[in-house]
């Protein structure tokens, strides 16, 4: 199983997703439309239908939707469809009735898919793997985005500020990780913005979530199971990681409907481990991780393999999403912890003048001049 997310690129397509969710950057929608033959809608179908039922994470669901899938390309569903865009819609919105899963899906690309058989190919159930050459740029465009941290400030009042646009779980992005926090080392609150964050790689969850506890402190976080070899991984947080932690800290997460994937992990092991507040909207819904399947040139689908099981719930968030604790608009989920972070901490302040200074801070985020 690949262990570092591929967020930010389009050769993301090309690559098995990390546990924690299927986050990638699918191909623009304005590409040029492909036309389609009797025979290739056959063997997509049949290729799409005899991965779902090896490989889905739940096999009667699989076995059900590939049984469906046959069913309707045997009743001339898909006979009348002659463009590949099209073609692919309809795979999906027949996926999404079947199996209520919004990771299950297949993606159209006029760029040709590498096949399993070329070299430096890798993953699982016949995905091609990138070539060196797009790796580094995949790599590279990590950087120019980098590696998710799209912000780090000190909001008035002394709270500690980070907005994150994806996961990532290489090496370069746990050293920004690590300066963030060093940078929010002597804030009295902290806010995670997760509101235009679509997943990415558990390890960087857990390396955060390891600041927000003791050098003491080993915390389950989650798990995924993966039907091949029937096997469970666990993640935990880390005894080890360097820089300042934030064990008293109050923790506020950020959330809205584009809110997906790992980002929703993050947000859902706050809650149930009772770290943290969420403050938002119901986030998107999608917890199973898996990889992506070569169908032809031009057609791949992902598949579930996995499914994510919170040690505290037994379950996740697949179809349903993170319900915060604080419901409100996206747009207003900001302005919301930060007040209540502050007032908070005007409830235990009892310096004078530290209070009076709190105090102007919480009037200058209620009324914004």
């Known amino acids: 199983m690949k262990r570092a997310f591929p967020v930010f690129a389009l050769v993301a397509l090309w690559m098995a997703a990390a546990p924690a969710g299927a986050q990638f950057s699918a191909p623009a929608p304005d590409q040029p439309d492909l036309a389609l033959d009797a025979a290739t809608r056959a063997a997509v179908v049949e290729r799409l239908a005899s991965q779902v039922d090896s490989a889905y994470v739940f ?11 046959r069913e309707r390309l045997k009743k001339g569903r898909y006979d009348r469809i002659a463009q590949a865009k099209e073609f692919s819609d309809t795979l999906n919105a027949d996926l999404r009735a079947l199996a209520h899963d919004l990771h299950l899906r297949v993606h159209y690309s006029h760029r040709p898919f590498p096949a399993p058989d070329a070299p430096g190919a890798a993953g699982i159930s016949g995905v091609a793997g990138p070539s060196p050459a797009e790796r580094e740029r995949e790599a590279a465009q990590a950087r120019r985005f980098n590696h998710g941290f799209e912000k780090v400030e000190r909001l008035p009042g002394n709270i500690g500020y980070i907005e994150l646009r994806g996961f990532d779980g290489s090496p370069a992005a746990g050293v920004v990780a690590q300066a963030a926090m060093q940078f929010l080392a002597n804030t009295d609150a902290v806010i995670f913005d997760l509101r235009r964050n ?14 927000l506890y003791s050098s003491e402190e080993r915390v389950h976080i989650n798990d995924f199971y993966q039907r091949a070899g029937d096997r469970t991984e666990e993640y935990w947080t880390s005894t080890t990681v360097p820089g300042p932690r934030f064990p008293t800290h109050d923790v506020y997460v950020l959330t809205s409907r584009r809110t997906g994937s790992a980002a929703e992990e993050f947000a859902y092991d706050v809650k149930h481990l009772k770290r943290g507040t969420v403050v938002g909207e119901v986030t998107a819904g999608g917890a199973n991780p898996g990889g992506l399947v070569y169908l032809n040139a031009n057609f791949a689908a992902f598949i579930a393999t996995g499914r994510a099981i919170n040690p505290v719930t037994k379950t996740n968030w ?7 604790d604080v419901k409100v608009p996206a747009e207003d989920a900001l302005r919301t912890a930060h007040v209540d972070a502050l007032t908070k901490l005007i409830a235990r302040t009892e310096d004078a003048e530290l209070k009076a200074a709190r105090e102007r801070a919480l009037a200058q985020v209620k009324n914004p001049t």
């Open 59 to 69: 096999p009667d669901v699989g076995r059900k939707v590939a049984r469906a899938l």
């Open 198 to 211: 679509g997943g990415g790689d558990p390890n960087m969850i857990a390396l955060l979530l390891s600041y």
């Open 318 to 324: 697949e179809g349903v999403g993170v319900e915060p």
